[in-house]
């Protein structure tokens, strides 16, 4: 089945291939409504009107055109049943060829400025501690070395192949090297491995409908079994979706990535944009979202806020350089409208500019900054 041939038939059929539909269903009964997706996927919502069961909704995802280059989807597979047990992504219900079929959940992905938001910035990041503390995935150990470097270091050089040794000013083969330039100060840190979804962005972040967290986390109860359980109910407003990328990784990875992700806006006229000077996070939300991270608020002991902070600074550059290498891989392989030259242009400057900064210069200019937005 191809995206343009989605007629209600044609998912009535596939969705009676699947055994998720009886044979013979009126293919009047299946109603398919397009859902706004994140930049590879075609997301649809399929509405079944039933005479002995009611109304009932799926999510059904066609895969993007390329996508295969740099997803593995047995290892997605495995990975989101773990997830899905744990409450922190929707149930996967069928997979085919193309996509797959998956509980739809009755929620909105986060605005950009939600993303951003104290209150719900902190949910995520709890969140994101929660799916990190997954420690077994069925078929899928956990390495001793993540293969973070290594992906890096092949998508560049396949990059090489695909672009040609400089390609829109840059010089794709030194982007290989680059990997040998960032490893001994990624590993320095010494961050842990565990399951990260290693694609956290406000597009693969949902509220769940009639959830008002950043309203009720101003509402606090003084009954500490009140709160706990509260905080329970808010986190769980919180869920993930788009595991493609998802795979055991370096912890500081994925929370660099939050990072960097606060300066995109995916739902905007020009989404391949970043505004890394007026919205990635500054000193004093850094460590915001470390303390929610740790779980101990304004009560999380200084010196574990301080190396987490740097944790993810760091791992920050690993960010930007695989993505700046997976934009090059897009520009040649994707079909979406999307200006990844442009993107890429914009990942990589971050990361050369991280690269040549040392650790007081970045500290003084983010004093500065903070200074000027007071």
Not at 86 to 106: D, H, M, N
Not at 119 to 137: G, N, P
Not at 310 to 334: D, I, P, T
Request: contains cysteine; aromatic residues 8%; hydrophobic residues 40%.
């Amino acid at each position: 089945m191809t995206t343009a041939a989605l007629s209600p038939a044609a998912v009535a059929t596939l969705l009676q291939e699947l055994g998720l539909l009886e044979a013979g269903t009126d293919a009047a009964a299946v109603a398919v409504t397009p859902i706004s997706g994140g930049n590879t996927n075609r997301i649809y919502r399929v509405t079944c009107e039933l005479t002995e069961c009611g109304q009932w909704d799926l999510l059904l995802r066609f895969f993007g055109q390329g996508s295969e280059a740099f997803i593995d989807r047995v290892q997605e597979e495995r990975i989101f049943h773990a997830v899905a047990a744990e409450g922190l992504c929707p149930k996967l219900l069928a997979s085919f060829l193309q996509g797959r079929v998956e509980e739809f959940v009755p929620a909105q992905p986060l605005t950009a400025s939600q993303f951003r938001s104290p209150a719900l910035s902190a949910l995520v990041a709890r969140r994101l501690h929660t799916l990190h503390s997954i420690s077994f995935i069925e078929g899928l150990p956990k390495p001793s070395v993540p293969p973070l470097l290594a992906q890096i270091r092949g998508w560049a050089t396949r990059a090489v192949a695909l672009c040609g040794p400089r390609y829109e000013g840059w010089d794709v083969v030194g982007l290989v090297t680059e990997v040998d330039r960032l490893e001994p100060r990624l590993l320095a840190v010494n961050s842990p491995i565990c399951l990260c979804h290693n694609d956290v962005n406000h597009l693969n972040v949902l509220l769940r409908v009639g959830k008002n967290a950043a309203d009720k986390n101003e509402e606090k109860s003084n009954n500490g079994a009140e709160d706990e359980e509260k905080e329970d109910k808010e986190e769980s407003s919180i869920v993930f979706v788009d595991l493609e990328y998802a795979g055991w990784n370096y912890r500081g990875f994925d929370l660099g990535n939050l990072l960097c992700e606060w300066a995109s806006d995916f739902r905007s006229p020009h989404p391949h944009l970043l505004d890394f000077t007026h919205h990635y996070p500054t000193k004093q939300q850094q460590e915001h979202l470390a303390r929610a991270y740790l779980g101990g608020g304004e009560d999380a002991r200084e010196e574990e806020v301080e190396r987490l902070v740097f944790e993810m600074k760091e791992y920050a550059l690993a960010s930007h350089l695989l993505w700046g290498v997976w934009g090059l891989l897009q520009s040649k392989l994707s079909t979406i409208d999307f200006d990844f030259v442009e993107y890429t242009r914009q990942r990589l400057t971050e990361y050369f500019k991280g690269m040549g900064r040392r650790r007081g210069e970045e500290e003084e200019e983010e004093e500065k900054k903070e200074d000027g937005e007071k």
